[in-house]
């Protein structure tokens, strides 16, 4: 037997993912985003470029391969430089540009509790937009949507403020200085981040290099005049508009495009990998990209695995979709086939979800499988149907039968 490649998923009941999209799509409609797609595969320069080398994403997990030009391509391991490459080559010029997309992204990296390595994201970006009032009202649409209109009650909102470029040299030399002093009480993978990618050292998930990095300068502390008015502006929006938030100081996020703002929502349901949802402010991506100008921007991704196990929990809370209620069409014999395939039709036509069984079986074998379909009625057609036009109409909740003329039966059901 043939078995799925580890760290992917069947998806055999796609109610609660069909439900969050929809959801999604409607409510950042609300908030004037149109939605895009990109491709699946990118030039792999474009995560070495934007990410940073010396992430783990880049370094360790992505899916590479060459095209026949021997450049190197690969699986995206995420989308927000993808969306930045499309606003450069398309030459967009209105901003902000105000976009969201979906779609899988692949990581090659250890599988745990909603963390595969082919996973699914809700991305959505604003380019072009330097207010942190932006900042604000993003966090605001994100905040109610979790809230509101996915009923989502145990998460928290966690955020830090990284400065400019030049606050975060000054900050990476006072951090450097307190970890010289603590080089024995921290793991070895921190002492090769202290040296390559310094803030990085804040992911580290050993708790004892946890309990050092409490200690240690928060960046915070550190910004120039404008950034620290931002920051100001920034955490008293959030109460002006009623959001929760924690003040997190080693929040850093993985990706070594963010400036100022960054963002996690946080569920303790999902375990140690709590966060569903992260973004922030990249202010010189477009440039780095090829851009010929920098685009203050901001961006996040919604992780939709993670949304679903927490809405597996509730979902008797929320409105999903009724599904229409199903007929199914059962010929007894050969000789009945061509016409129920016409009645089926006829229903169907006028989009009303029905079945036809075809394989040939007794009658009784027949209705055990419609039972087990969940259909509303069955619709009977043997040879004294056949002969008298009409069609045995049995009720699966009540065990009723009726006999209908043909010509009457989609206005019988639907009545």
Same mark, same amino acid.
């Given at each position: ?36 797609? %990109?491709?699946? $595969?990118?030039?792999?320069? =474009?995560?070495?470029?934007? /990410? !940073?080398?010396?992430? +783990? ?91 509101? %209109?996915?009923? $989502?009650?145990?998460?928290? =909102?966690?955020?830090?403020? /990284? !400065?400019?470029?030049? +606050? ?248």
């Amino acid at each position: 037997m043939i078995t799925k490649v580890k760290g992917t998923q069947d998806f055999l009941d796609l109610t609660l993912f069909n439900f969050l999209l929809a959801e999604a799509k409607n409510h950042f409609a609300l908030y004037n985003f149109i939605e895009i797609a %990109t491709p699946i $595969l990118e030039h792999t320069e =474009l995560f070495k470029r934007s /990410l !940073g080398l010396e992430t +783990d994403v880049v370094s360790k997990e992505m899916y590479t391969l060459a095209d026949d030009e021997e450049e190197s391509i690969c699986l995206r391991p995420e989308v927000t430089a993808s969306c930045v490459r499309a606003f450069v080559n398309n030459g967009i010029q209105q901003t902000p540009w105000k976009i969201f997309t979906w779609g899988p992204m692949f990581r090659h990296e250890r599988p745990q509790k909603g963390r595969f390595r082919q996973f699914h994201q809700i991305d959505m970006e604003i380019i072009g937009s330097q207010s942190i009032y932006q900042d604000v009202h993003f966090l605001k649409m994100l905040d109610r949507f979790f809230a509101e %209109t996915l009923k $989502l009650d145990t998460y928290g =909102l966690l955020i830090n403020f /990284l !400065g400019c470029r030049e +606050d975060r040299a000054a900050y990476k030399k006072k951090l450097y200085a307190y970890l010289e002093k603590q080089a024995t009480a921290v793991c070895a993978t921190c002492i090769i981040r202290k040296e390559k990618n310094i803030m990085r050292v804040f992911d580290c998930k050993s708790p004892d290099c946890q309990q050092v990095y409490k200690q240690a300068p928060r960046i915070a502390d550190s910004l120039c005049p404008q950034c620290q008015l931002e920051w100001q502006q920034l955490r008293d929006n959030l109460e002006h508009l009623s959001i929760s938030y924690s003040y997190t100081p080693t929040l850093v996020r993985g990706l070594d495009y963010y400036d100022k703002t960054v963002f996690e929502f946080v569920s303790s349901e999902l375990g140690a990998q709590n966060a569903f949802c992260g973004g922030g402010r990249y202010n010189s991506l477009v440039k780095e990209v090829g851009g010929k100008e920098d685009e203050a921007s901001l961006g996040t991704a919604i992780g939709i695995e993670r949304i679903l196990l927490l809405l597996e929990r509730i979902k008797d809370k929320l409105t999903l979709p009724m599904l229409k209620p199903l007929y199914v069409v059962l010929p007894l014999s050969a000789e009945q086939h061509p016409l129920a395939l016409l009645l089926a039709d006829e229903l169907q036509a006028r989009e009303m979800c029905t079945d036809v069984l075809l394989d040939e079986a007794s009658l009784k074998s027949m209705m055990r499988k419609v039972n087990k379909m969940g259909a509303k009625y069955a619709l009977i057609v043997g040879p004294d149907e056949q002969k008298e036009q009409k069609v045995t109409v049995k009720n699966m909740m009540t065990g009723a039968e009726e006999k209908i003329a043909q010509r009457d039966l989609a206005q019988y059901l639907v009545r």
